[in-house]
C-alpha cells in the first residue's frame, strides 16, 4: 500500500512539474510575440523617383555641335568679304 502511494505521489509532483514548465513555455513565447510586435523596425517616408531631364540622342547633338560649327565658318567668310 504505501508503494502504491508512493507512485501516486511521484505521478503527481511530475505531472504538476510538466504543467508548471508547460505554463513557462507557454508565458515566455507570449512575451515573445509582445515583444516582436513592439520591436518593428522604423518607417520611413518615401517619394517616387523623379527621371531626369531628357537627353537628347547622341546624333542629335553632333548635329547640333556641325551646325553651330557651320554658322560660324559661314559668319567669320561673309565678315571676311566684306
Same mark, same amino acid.
Given at each position: 500500500?504505501? =508503494?502504491? $502511494? =508512493?507512485?501516486?505521489?511521484?505521478?503527481? #509532483?511530475?505531472?504538476?512539474?510538466? !504543467?508548471?514548465?508547460?505554463?513557462?513555455?507557454?508565458?515566455?513565447?507570449?512575451? =515573445?510575440? !509582445?515583444?516582436?510586435?513592439?520591436?518593428?523596425?522604423? !518607417?520611413?517616408?518615401?517619394?517616387?523617383? $523623379? #527621371?531626369?531631364?531628357?537627353?537628347?540622342?547622341?546624333?542629335?547633338? #553632333?548635329?547640333?555641335?556641325?551646325?553651330?560649327?557651320?554658322?560660324?565658318?559661314?559668319?567669320?567668310?561673309?565678315?571676311?568679304? $566684306?
Amino acid at each position: 500500500m504505501n =508503494d502504491y $502511494t =508512493d507512485k501516486e505521489r511521484e505521478l503527481k #509532483k511530475r505531472e504538476q512539474e510538466l !504543467l508548471e514548465r508547460e505554463r513557462k513555455i507557454r508565458l515566455l513565447e507570449m512575451e =515573445d510575440e !509582445l515583444y516582436q510586435q513592439e520591436v518593428q523596425p522604423p !518607417l520611413y517616408q518615401t517619394s517616387p523617383h $523623379t #527621371k531626369p531631364e531628357k537627353i537628347p540622342p547622341k546624333w542629335y547633338r #553632333k548635329m547640333i555641335k556641325m551646325g553651330k560649327c557651320a554658322g560660324i565658318v559661314v559668319a567669320v567668310a561673309v565678315a571676311a568679304a $566684306t
